[in-house]
Nanobody, 124 residues
Framework: QVQLVEAGGGLVQAGGSLRLSCAAS????????VGWFRQAPGKEREFVAA????????YYSDPVQGRFTVSKDNHKRTIYLQMNSLRPEDRAVYYC?????????????????WGEGTQVTVSS
């Protein structure tokens, strides 16, 4: 089992920044990637970004490309999502998830473990 705990959500004005963190613990030796997803009210959960466990491969969705940056602190087993130039449409609950698969990290069903999520609200 892998446990994931997100932190760093909150309320920010449009144009502002937040940094989310995802602390991983437990049996992480099978983890191949950690992804960030978000779910806005009334919408399906969607892919935001993913980083391989080695940190060598990184992927972003089109809506966040150029504004969000995902990174990993290997020593702390913590994954970060730096979110800049936030927009009201970025408002959602943000989840981190761990995958034991070696590819397909944009696909929600390819993730095995999920955190509880952290709320991000962007005011206009």
């Amino acid at each position: 089992q892998v446990q994931l705990v997100e932190a760093g959500g909150g309320l920010v004005q449009a144009g502002g920044s937040l940094r989310l963190s995802c602390a991983a613990s437990g049996r992480t030796f099978n983890t191949r990637a950690v992804g960030w997803f978000r779910q806005a009210p009334g919408k399906e959960r969607e892919f935001v970004a993913a980083i391989s466990w080695t940190g060598n491969s990184i992927y972003y969705s089109d809506p966040v490309q150029g504004r969000f940056t995902v990174s990993k602190d290997n020593h702390k087993r913590t994954i970060y999502l730096q979110m800049n130039s936030l927009r009201p449409e970025d408002r959602a609950v943000y989840y981190c998830a761990a995958s034991t698969r070696t590819s397909g990290w944009r696909i929600i069903s390819f993730y095995d473990y999920w955190g509880e999520g952290t709320q991000v609200t962007v005011s206009s």
